[in-house]
């Protein structure tokens, strides 16, 4: 049977819902409404694709990484979304989200950021189409990634620094949705990863779904065959994007990698689904690092991208189904990686993106026959101090 | 299905008689020990309902005063037990609800939840986090035990607000604006709306986020059954010295808020 998921309410298996506020129930609905109009809209379909096309230039390549692969002993094939415009994959769900931000008449657009990326992205594209752009940053993180701050800045956006909780990402995902639940007749919020209530999961998943689809493309066009692909998984937009076209491909093993922090001995880590356990944040029901009590515990990771205690429903479901595995890479493989990658292919990666690299150095210690494709994420200019450190 | 929940049978009764004034208390806030007798303190300055807040540590529906609180009582260790424990302290039947977000259920898992509930005296629930759409949460949840209060808000449809005034919930929790809890000015588009609502709904409503003093609550009053009042009080507790200067303040504050209450009859 074909994979089709979520249900009509929005429920991936027992994950995902809308658990909001009575005020955001409307709007969701709004939402949804406006999402499968544009998903049928040719119209729609052709503006995307155009866009896609010349703004954030795509079809990304599927690079062969010669001197990787020689390392390792199998052949990996790199999908490139450290070459879509604004330096990683936040850009093709930013932009389908703008458009739909477009349709439903919203003049001001808000977004939540961790690493800055998607802020980057949501500011960007905010400025293509004229729209007003507010960005959320934890005020820790608006200091680990000042240069993304500044560029968010650059763009026209404004940044309002989030202090309270724990001054990162899951703080200033709440702050923004009280805007939200505040502002809701003008405002769209542009959430940046496969998280939230109904129908953000799916409809971010869907303009990610373009990552899967040219790999596959270009897979079938070269005629090569892979037997993993590999992806790192914070919220996991990246890895929903290149994994769902190949879900019913049972030959193709899919591997999500989590921040495991500073390791498994050590209670600082993002692994939400292989050490948290089930429960309600920011909308849907999905895995989560929490206390006995249900308080959200506090995620840690050198990559800010990943530095959320939970993860989107549809990890959750494939988590619980089996269909694909994740695994944990630690803070110093990450960095280990980066620095590989940087050495042998003269590529930087983003530190969120070295995790999924780190896991070649698992899976070398095995038999891979046939091929890996590994989902590079973002590039590694904004983690440049993190490296430096190590040099 | 629930009509013979004790909460029901309060809010039928002392409807008929006045307009309800539910105060929300943050369990633990300031102090751990502090929160049974300021409930009590409330109930006896003519308080109908305490809303016993537990504290969470991502509380998306609020606005500032009630993050601050959450945060110092979670701080102070304010645990679900322990708010279970404060419960049977200040119980007073149908007359304790418990509020607070869905993780916090789940966290006991929901027919615990509702189980230890009831047993600390509580009579009801408001959770601002959990739809009125059927999931598994909602089928594990025996209402005739413990009634859920669902909410209305400007944003909802006709359509929505019949679908939750048909729960035949105890009374309905009726958001005044689109936003987080916490004071603020009232307009005539808000007084446009409750009347909009209090033409519309059968089950008795009352009206929560920005009731600030006496005059706001009399205002909402006369156009619904009564008023919830949360950011206020925790503001105004947070400003005293000591524990005695609590207790006055809640007297005089609730006692103020239950005077306009009359006066609006």
């Known amino acids: 049977m074909s994979y089709q998921q979520p249900n009509i309410n929005g429920y991936f298996g027992e994950f995902g819902g809308q658990y909001i506020p009575e005020t955001l129930v409307a709007p969701c609905q709004e939402l949804l409404v406006a999402y499968e109009d544009a998903r049928r809209s040719d119209e729609f379909q052709n503006e995307l694709g155009l866009h896609l096309r010349d703004f954030a230039g795509r079809p990304t390549p599927l690079y062969f990484a010669e001197r990787l692969s020689a390392k390792h002993g199998f052949r990996v094939y790199l ?15 930013a932009l389908g989200q703008v458009l739909i931000a477009k349709r439903l008449g919203k003049p001001r657009v808000i977004a939540e950021t961790g690493a800055g990326q998607h802020g980057v992205a949501t500011a960007t594209l905010c400025a293509k189409f004229g729209l007003k752009c507010v960005v959320y940053m934890g005020a820790l993180d ?24 724990t001054k990162t990402l899951k703080d200033a995902t709440s702050e923004a949705i009280r805007d939200w639940v505040t502002n809701v007749r003008d405002t769209f919020y542009l959430i940046g990863s496969v998280v939230g209530p109904h129908p953000y999961p799916m409809m971010v998943r869907d303009f990610q779904r373009v990552i899967g ?52 001995h050590s209670e600082h880590h993002a692994a939400a689904l292989t050490r948290g356990r089930p429960g309600v944040l920011h909308g849907s029901r999905s895995y989560l690092l929490q206390d006995d009590d249900g308080q959200i515990i506090e995620a840690h990771s050198i990559s800010a991208g990943l530095d959320y205690p939970g993860v989107g429903p549809e990890h959750s479901f494939l988590f619980q189904s089996g269909r694909v595995k994740y ?3 630690s803070d110093r493989q990450a960095l280990d990686a980066a620095r590989e990658l940087s050495l042998l292919e003269g590529i930087v990666p983003a530190l969120e993106s070295a995790h999924a690299l780190a896991y070649l150095s698992i899976l070398s210690e095995g038999r891979n026959k046939e091929g890996v494709v590994v989902c590079l994420s973002g590039r590694g200019d904004k983690d440049m101090a993190a490296y430096a450190a190590t040099l | 299905m629930q009509r013979h929940s ?6 039928r009764d002392a409807r008929a008689k006045r307009k309800l004034l539910a105060i929300y208390l943050t369990c633990g806030y300031p102090r751990l020990d502090w929160t049974t007798d300021l409930a009590s303190t409330a109930f006896e300055a003519g308080a109908d309902l305490i809303e016993l807040g537990m ?55 929901t027919r615990e939840f509702v189980t230890r509930s009831q047993e600390s005296g509580m009579s009801g629930a408001i959770v601002p986090d959990w739809p009125i759409a059927k999931n598994a949460e909602t089928s594990e949840w025996d209402e005739a035990i413990l009634p859920r209060v669902p909410f209305v808000a400007p944003t909802s449809s006709v359509e929505r607000i019949r679908e939750v005034d048909a729960l035949d919930a105890p009374f309905i929790y009726a958001v005044s604006v689109a936003g987080v809890t916490g004071m603020r000015e009232l307009d005539q588009g808000v007084l446009d709306y409750l009347s909009k609502l209090k033409a519309e709904l059968k089950t008795p409503f009352l009206v929560g986020f920005g009731v600030s003093d006496a005059d706001s609550a009399k205002r909402l009053a006369s156009v619904s059954d009564g008023v919830i009042v949360g950011s206020a009080v925790l503001k105004g507790i947070g400003t005293t010295k000591n524990f005695e200067d609590a207790k006055k303040f809640v007297a005089e504050f609730v006692g103020s808020l239950r005077r306009a209450l009359d006066s609006c009859k």
Do not use: W
């Open chain 1, 79 to 93: 999908k490139r979304e450290d070459l879509v415009h604004t330096g990683a994959h936040k850009l093709n769900n």
């Open chain 1, 327 to 329: 695994v944990r890479i």
């Open chain 2, 55 to 109: 504290p969470f540590s991502d509380p998306l529906a609020d606005g500032s005063v009630i993050q601050e609180c959450s945060q110092r009582a979670l701080e102070q260790g304010v645990t679900l037990d322990f708010l279970f424990h404060t419960a049977s302290q200040i119980s007073k039947p149908g007359r304790v609800l418990f509020m607070g977000y869905m993780n916090s259920v789940l966290a006991k898992g």
């Open chain 2, 6 to 11: 004790n909460l029901h049978t309060f809010i």
């Open chain 1, 142 to 165: 608006m200091e680990r990634q000042a240069p993304n701050v500044a560029r968010m800045k650059f763009l026209g956006a404004e940044v309002r620094a989030v202090t309270s909780g």
């Open chain 1, 213 to 264: 689809l040219e790999t596959k493309q270009m897979l079938s066009e070269r005629n090569v065959v892979v037997n993993k692909i590999v992806a790192c998984v914070g919220g996991g937009s990246n890895a929903i994007g290149i994994f769902h076209p190949f879900l019913d491909d049972h030959d193709v093993e899919l591997i999500g990698v989590e921040a495991g922090g500073e390791g498994d």
